[in-house]
């Protein structure tokens, strides 16, 4: 099974202070940091400036290349388009941006506040990412005692973010070697074929499901994706490592506490 599972090599990811973290502390600390992102009221542009700092603030620590960060900010086009609506449908008063165009100025706040929270935790999810292998954030997680199937869930899922990347790749390169005449035409060509690509990765994770299902041991034998392993294969978070880890969220806290009682 852990060829079907597959995993991110450790030489794959970045060398860093963060590395050495087991991967517990850090998807702990990485979501009690985002629910303190989360609960930030967007009428607060200086407590998410707070926020900003210390996430780059990680990044930095964590050897994060920019060109990394930049690329990730993509997923934040839906939201995009959500605080654009928020901007220009949001209900009165409204403040003129240009000559006979004004938007609403409860909806900019809104839309400042979703874009805020967004690009944070991209940056938050992205850091964690780029230090951690899938099979250490699956270890992290059986250690933290969550269910064996969402485990195998979390392993399925990257497995095929993988594939599927793997797959445009290939694409994109096939459609390179035919000539295409320019970067446009490469990509049109790529994404005609994401619609089959969508198909084979969904079938292909249905007959991946249905043999974990087939060798699964029973409720009590765990994520199969460690099975190689073993869940105890690396040594178990130490009380520094969770202080170290918990800045980041204690800081979040404090701006919001701060908000709170100000």
Do not use: N
Request: with cysteine; aromatic share 6%.
């Amino acid at each position: 099974m852990s060829s079907a599972h597959g995993s991110q090599p450790a030489g794959d990811r970045l060398e860093s202070p963060l590395t050495r973290l087991a991967p517990e502390v850090k998807v702990v600390a990485l979501v009690a940091f985002l629910m303190a992102v989360a609960l930030t009221p967007p009428q607060w542009p200086w407590a998410f400036a707070v926020h900003a700092t210390v996430v780059l603030t990680v990044a930095v620590v964590a050897l994060v290349p920019l060109r990394t960060l930049g690329t990730r900010v993509v997923f934040e086009i839906p939201v995009l388009a959500l605080a654009v609506t928020y901007a220009i449908f949001g209900r009165p008063p409204r403040v003129e941006v240009l000559a006979g165009f004004t938007l609403s100025r409860p909806g900019l706040t809104v839309a400042f506040g979703v874009l805020s929270k967004a690009t944070i935790g991209v940056v938050a999810v992205s850091v964690v990412a780029a230090s951690t292998t899938t099979t250490e954030l699956v270890r992290g997680l059986a250690r933290l005692r969550v269910p064996a199937w969402f485990c195998d869930l979390v392993a399925l899922s990257a497995r095929q973010v993988e594939v599927l990347r793997a797959e445009a790749a290939r694409v994109r390169l096939a459609a390179e070697l035919r000539g295409s005449p320019g970067r446009a035409d490469t990509w049109r060509a790529v994404s005609r074929s994401l619609g089959t690509l969508f198909v084979q990765g969904a079938a292909r994770a249905e007959r991946l499901a249905t043999s974990v299902a087939v060798r699964s041991a029973g409720p009590g034998s765990g994520p199969l994706v460690l099975a190689p392993v073993g869940v105890g294969s690396s040594p178990g978070a130490t009380g520094r490592q969770w202080v170290w880890a918990a800045v980041p969220a204690t800081l979040a806290t404090v701006v919001l506490l701060v908000g709170v009682f100000a």
